[in-house]
């Protein structure tokens, strides 16, 4: 994310639940510039230890999980499972949030 003077942030402001409130309303896109930035910082950095929807079956079933932090990296799954593609995105942002800002999301 950026700051007020263009400076890049590594650490989002968890006073911006607004940005949170956008993604749970539209979890597959249509996000504004701040979201999206947010989402990139999100997904960056090291893979060791970050969660991910493992595909159980396409387009019907994810389970929640990890990838391990030694080496060869490996899913551990760490569950619950989804049937919910929206649910399941929603679950892995919180868990990315509270990661980053180290506070978690007080939204459902």
């Not at 701040?34 to 960056?44: C, G, N, S, V």
């Not at 969660?51 to 490996?74: C, G």
Request: hydrophobic content about 40%; proline content about 7%; overall charge positive.
């Amino acid at each position: 994310m950026r700051s007020a003077r263009g400076d890049l942030v590594c650490r989002p402001d968890p006073a911006r639940v607004d940005l949170a409130r956008e993604f749970r309303a539209k979890p597959f896109g249509g996000h504004s510039v701040e979201l999206q930035q947010l989402l990139h910082l999100m997904r960056a950095g090291p893979i060791e230890g970050r969660h991910f929807l493992y595909i159980n079956k396409p387009h019907q079933e994810w389970t929640l999980a990890r990838m391990s932090d030694t080496q060869p990296l490996r899913p551990i799954l760490v569950g619950p499972v989804f049937t919910d593609l929206a649910a399941a995105e929603w679950h892995v942002f919180k868990l990315r949030w509270q990661q980053l800002t180290g506070q978690s999301l007080a939204i459902d």
